[in-house]
Structures are given as C-alpha cells and as structure tokens.
C-alpha cells in the first residue's frame, strides 16, 4: 500500500530483493530530495544519513514492482521543488 507523500517529507521504503526461494524486505528510511517524471516513469530520491555522518541517497521508480510499501513517518513544508542543497550541509 504506497500512501501519498511529496518533497520534504520523511519516508519509509521497503523493497524486497532476492530469487523465488528467499526473498528477503529491506527498508530504506529517509527524507525525499526530488521527484521526476509523469505516470509510470516517475520517480522519486530519498536521501538518508547513515553512521559517522556519510549520507546515502537512493532512487525509486515508483511504479516497480519491488517496492512493497512507502510510508510517510514525518511531513514537512517545505518551498523548494528540488532539495539538493541538503547535500552541502
């Protein structure tokens, strides 16, 4: 079940990965930094910082097949399209 979110909000993904026989979920929990695309070819980074402060950013199509659900864990206002420049700081 994906819910809706959009820019500046902090989201929870989680994909599963793997073959027939193990299939294994993984989740990927961060704050959204763009979205591109219309329809099916849309797509989505989320951004998230992981230990001793490297940051990790990863992006989705969000009509894959893969993804099993998006949740919204925190909405922010925000008034950019694009936040790149949370990657300077």
Same mark, same amino acid.
């Given at each position: 079940?994906?819910?809706?979110?959009?820019?500046?909000?902090?989201?929870?993904?989680?994909?599963?990965?793997?073959?027939?026989?193990?299939?294994?979920?993984?989740?990927?929990?961060?704050?959204?930094? %763009?979205?591109?695309?219309?329809? !099916?070819?849309?797509?989505?980074?989320?951004? /998230? =910082?992981?230990? &001793?402060?490297?940051?990790?950013?990863?992006?989705?199509?969000? %009509?894959?097949?893969?993804?099993? !659900?998006?949740?919204?864990?925190?909405?922010? /206002? =925000?008034?950019? &399209?694009?936040?790149?420049?949370?990657?300077?700081?």
């Amino acid at each position: 079940m994906q819910q809706a979110f959009k820019i500046g909000d902090v989201v929870k993904v989680t994909t599963h990965s793997g073959d027939e026989k193990k299939v294994h979920a993984t989740t990927f929990e961060g704050m959204v930094i %763009a979205a591109r695309g219309k329809n !099916s070819g849309r797509t989505f980074t989320v951004r /998230k =910082v992981a230990s &001793a402060g490297v940051a990790v950013e990863r992006t989705f199509p969000l %009509a894959s097949p893969y993804i099993e !659900s998006i949740k919204v864990i925190k909405s922010t /206002k =925000v008034r950019r &399209a694009k936040l790149y420049y949370l990657r300077n700081q």
